[in-house]
């Protein structure tokens, strides 16, 4: 089949960008949607252009490097689904794909399709783990967990960090990113100790970024590629108000 | 062709590579290597940079490990957060001797698996300490918060992977890897707020900084402006992962390479079994000329799936006509004791055999196919979901088709390097204050990894190896004062700046992927699942005639000053192509078939892989001796002293 792209090109963070028009014929309906863009990259380069910068590299869904605004939706039309794992035979012969980067004044753009979500890691910096060093950590089976915690704290904790949620907030919160977290650790006993610390640390941070708040369009459990529960941010807000009450 | 015979064959020297292993027995060695380390003063610690290369499971956790324990870290990555290392790709699990289901697993027995497993081309005192640690590992992981599967009454579950007769793999659902990163990740995450560890994401290591004899720094490219950058330190840490991406198509990350361990092999450290590679048997095959990756399909499907072919050559009926009396079980028939569970070589090497006799499936020929019919009927759908659900959903997204009716469609395809860079026991190369952690050194594998061991050795060697055998190296050595301004420092650096503008310099008539592509398919053939000597010496041959072609005809995309990824991608493949003659000529040499390592010309009556352990049981860790010369190859002989090496048999 053929496609037609609409792709943003930028040459650099303070550069103007605009959209750029390619058409790729002979696509295979097997291909991803990366390799689409590998196929045109490679036509690009053989007549002299610059090839089109995106960010990837696992191609299986699980490292977050990619993440593009396909037709107007993060990751594209299938939900819970990576950029990396969409496949074209969801499009069809013919169809006109706007592909553009993530937009949120805490993810600057580097260059094309490539944006900086250090913020991201900052937020982790501030509190999102348990601080034990090293060693000297106690038997693994000396603390049970329920099934049922274990497993909900896995949900969480599926986060990619792709940034996909707060591309698709209309306020640019980075809220799910944060309460997954947030919420991974409350679930066990191993994160008890510094959960007042954590939630009002990582929420400061996530203001101290410039995302905006969350006000519950649930744009983001939508786009998510690991399907994370909007619940995060509820249970977030718990945390917080206790945390907030208790000091 | 006339084919120059490459001297390799000589018989190698009896070298002075030296393993450093503890006297004593097996089980004290670890110990009396700690009791008599040096230690270095804790005040002193801040005052030494440690430079860590790579962020995955075995850099991010020695980089938590060292800020920790108060050393100046330097932490550098080439994606965009240390998050995203390929570690995050891996599904199974991570052994452990913990025997919490008491079903007879002792430290023992996971020493004698995995050195078994590997064929017995691994160090006896590196693979026990392994098993030593291994428990220490989820102990440290459950305090992080690792949210491993756990059983009804809270405890952890096991279960059993990869051919083992006991349960002891611990996991996270098909996100055992993402998990134990994560958990790493943030225990660093907690030193970079600590103020311990400085973190520099979308840097590429380009060269290695020797200055008197001892690794001081290294040379980094800054993947966003391209400016090329100098750090100093009192150690490099190398933790760079594997270079299966040689293939060019492999179940490796797009960015996966071998250009800093390359860089590091041309600055004096040698390079061990370059040609043991590991080929999982479970991957979804190749599709077409696009395709950029293969994605793998943990092996734990196994359990429960079926692998068959059909017996006639020309059965192009769909799968589910095909009646059982002409379906052929193959690994069932020829392994009746492991059955679908033999190891992952041997699984691999079956696939091949079927296939080449012409009877594979699909579009291309090149499958077979895993059938779970069997086990729906027996467990019941929803058992099979609970199980493997993710990995059905997996697989449908990428074929279109679902395996609760069809069967899988299954290949093997490159998925980890058991060679690497030479290591001695404590994790440090042939160039003093160079050690290398994880996927990227040779260590303990041996010919063939088991499944769930790479998170093992990946932790093992950051969070508890390198602690002690830094130290040690820190507390006894003379490090001068070398600052960035040392003209070492300088002279590296422009050689590095050289090589990028060669490559934007040459602005030929072929793609860099092209080139890739074209190495991949010479590795594939003739470096792969099965070699013998005449197509290793095409395959060094053609190499060598890409790699001068190369340098003459690659178009590499755009400028330096910029984000280029073209531009990174044409300096790995550059290496690639290098490494990728060293690759077959460490084949060509080693006249036995071990463990990923078969070679045509040595197997028995059966088919089956013929070792050599009055030649070949030692390490082969090749030197670098100038751009056009070969490479020199040094050996560490291997001894055996607690296990006698036996033929692996999973009849
Ligand atoms: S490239 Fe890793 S998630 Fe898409």
Redesign the interface.
Same mark, same amino acid.
């Given at each position: 089949m053929t496609v037609h792209l609409r792709i943003w090109r930028q040459?650099?963070p303070d550069s103007p960008g605009r959209l750029a028009e390619y058409t790729v014929e002979d696509v295979?309906e097997?291909?991803?949607f @990366?390799?689409l863009l590998?196929?045109l990259?490679?036509k @690009?380069?053989?007549e002299?252009?610059?090839?089109i910068?995106f960010?990837?590299?696992?191609?299986?869904?699980?490292?977050?490097?990619c993440g593009l605004m396909v037709g107007g939706v993060a990751h594209g039309p299938?939900p819970r689904?990576a950029i990396c794992?969409l496949?074209m035979?969801h499009f069809n012969d013919g169809d006109t794909i706007v592909v553009e980067p993530w937009r949120a004044t805490a993810f600057p753009i580097?260059?094309d399709l490539?944006v900086?979500?250090?913020a991201?890691?900052r937020i982790?910096?501030?509190?999102?783990?348990?601080?034990?060093?090293?060693?000297g950590?106690?038997?693994?089976?000396a @603390?049970?967990?329920?099934?049922e915690d274990?497993d909900l704290?896995?949900d969480y904790?599926?986060c990619?960090?792709c940034g996909a949620c707060v591309a698709a907030c209309p306020n640019s919160s980075a809220s799910l990113f944060t309460a997954s977290k947030i919420a991974?650790?409350a679930? @066990?006993p191993?994160?008890t100790p510094e959960r007042r610390r954590r939630v009002l640390n990582m929420v400061d941070q996530m203001e101290a970024e410039g995302f905006g708040d969350c006000s519950n369009h649930a744009e983001c459990e939508a786009v998510c590629p690991k399907g994370i529960s909007i619940s995060a941010i509820a249970l977030m807000r718990r945390e917080y108000v206790r945390a907030v009450l208790s000091s | 062709m006339e084919i120059a015979e490459p001297h390799v064959t000589e018989r190698p020297e009896r070298s002075r590579l030296k393993a450093r292993v503890p006297a004593g027995r097996l089980q004290d060695k670890w110990d009396v290597y700690k009791n008599n380390a040096k230690l270095v003063n804790p005040a002193n610690k801040r005052k030494h940079t440690i430079i860590i290369v790579g962020t995955g499971l075995a850099g991010a956790?020695a980089a938590?490990?060292l800020g920790?324990l108060g050393y100046n870290i330097k932490s550098l990555c080439i994606?965009?957060? +240390?998050?995203? +290392?390929?570690s995050?790709?891996a599904q199974g699990g991570i052994n452990a001797a913990?025997n !919490?289901p008491n079903d007879g697993d002792t430290i023992w027995r996971l020493f004698y698996d995995t050195i078994k497993g590997g064929d017995y081309r691994s160090r006896e005192g590196n693979v026990y300490r392994l098993a030593q640690i291994s428990n220490?590992i989820?102990?440290?992981?459950?305090?992080?918060?690792v949210? %491993?599967?756990?059983?009804?009454?809270?405890?952890?579950d096991n279960r059993s992977f990869g051919g083992a007769q006991v349960s002891r793999t611990f996991y996270?659902?098909g996100?055992t890897g993402?998990?134990l990163l994560?958990g790493a990740?943030?225990?660093m995450?907690?030193q970079?707020?600590e103020g311990r560890v400085e973190?520099l994401?979308r840097r590429e290591m380009l060269e290695l900084v020797v200055i008197d004899g001892r690794a001081r720094g290294i040379v980094t490219r800054n993947l966003?402006t391209g400016e090329l950058e100098r750090h100093v330190g009192d150690a490099v840490l190398l933790c760079t992962g594997g270079y299966g991406n040689a293939y060019y198509l492999s179940t490796n990350?797009?960015?996966s390479n071998v250009t800093a361990a390359w860089r590091c092999h041309k600055r004096g450290a040698f390079f061990a079994n370059p040609c043991f590679t590991q080929i999982h048997p479970t991957c979804i095959p190749v599709?077409?000329d !696009?395709?950029?990756?293969l994605?793998l399909m943990s092996e734990s499907l196994r359990n429960d799936g079926r692998v068959w072919v059909p017996k006639d050559t020309n059965d192009a009926r769909p799968p589910s006509q095909i009646p059982e009396g002409e379906r052929d079980y193959y690994l069932e028939r020829r392994y009746p004791s492991f059955g679908n569970l033999v190891p992952r070589d041997v699984a691999s090497r079956a696939a091949k055999a079927v296939t080449d006799e012409g009877l594979g499936v699909g579009e291309t020929n090149l499958a077979v196919y895993l059938d779970f019919r069997d086990a729906i009927e027996r467990l019941g759908r929803q058992a099979i979901e609970d199980r493997y659900g993710n990995l059905f959903e997996?697989y449908e997204?990428?074929?279109?088709d679902t395996p609760y009716e069809v069967p899988m469609r299954i290949f093997p395809a490159v998925h980890y390097t058991m060679g690497g860079l030479w290591v001695d026991y404590e994790l440090m190369t042939t160039v003093p204050g160079l050690f290398v952690l994880g996927e990227a050194n040779f260590s303990d594998h041996g010919a063939n990894r088991l499944g769930a061991s790479a998170l093992m050795q990946g932790l093992a060697d950051g !969070? %508890?190896v390198i602690?002690y055998t830094l130290g040690g190296y820190i507390a006894g050595a003379e490090l001068g004062d070398v600052t960035i301004g040392h003209s070492t420092f300088a002279d590296t650096e422009r050689a590095a700046g050289e090589r990028l503008r060669r490559l934007l310099d040459v602005k030929g008539g072929k793609?860099v992927?092209?080139f890739h592509r074209e190495l991949g398919q010479i590795m594939w053939d003739h470096v792969g699942m099965s070699r013998n000597r005449d197509g290793l010496l095409q395959a060094a041959e053609a190499i060598r005639r890409l790699r001068d072609e190369y340098w003459q005809n690659v178009?590499v995309?755009?400028r330096n000053d910029?984000?280029?990824?073209?531009l990174e991608f044409a300096g790995r493949v550059g290496d690639f192509l290098e490494l990728g003659e060293m690759m077959a000529l460490d084949a060509l040499h080693r006249e036995e078939s071990c463990g990923g390592h078969f070679r045509e010309e040595h197997k028995t009556a059966e088919g089956e892989a013929l070792r050599d352990d009055d030649d070949f049981a030692y390490v082969a860790a090749w030197e670098h001796t100038g751009d056009h010369a070969r490479p020199q190859l040094h050996r560490e002989d291997l001894e055996f002293e607690y296990v006698r090496p036996s033929t692996r048999s999973y009849k």
């Open positions: 040459a650099g295979n097997h291909m991803s @990366l390799e590998d196929v990259n490679e @690009l380069i053989t002299g252009e610059e090839p910068e960010d990837n590299d696992c191609r299986e869904g699980i490292c977050g490097s299938q689904t794992q496949h035979r580097i260059k490539v900086d979500r250090s991201f890691d982790m910096a501030a509190g999102g783990y348990v601080s034990v060093k090293t060693g950590a106690p038997d693994a089976n @603390l049970p967990v329920t099934k274990a704290a896995m904790a599926s990619i960090g991974h650790l679930m @066990l191993q994160g | 956790s938590a490990t920790g994606q965009d957060s +240390a998050r995203r +290392a390929h995050i790709a913990k !919490y220490n989820i102990d440290q992981a459950v305090a992080q918060g949210p %491993f599967a756990r059983e009804y009454g809270g405890l952890l996270a659902r996100q993402q998990q994560l990740y943030q225990a995450s907690h970079i707020q973190m994401p966003v990350a797009q960015n599709s077409g !696009y395709q950029s990756k994605t997996m997204r990428i074929t279109g !969070y %508890f602690p793609t992927a092209e178009n995309a755009g910029t984000l280029n990824k073209n």
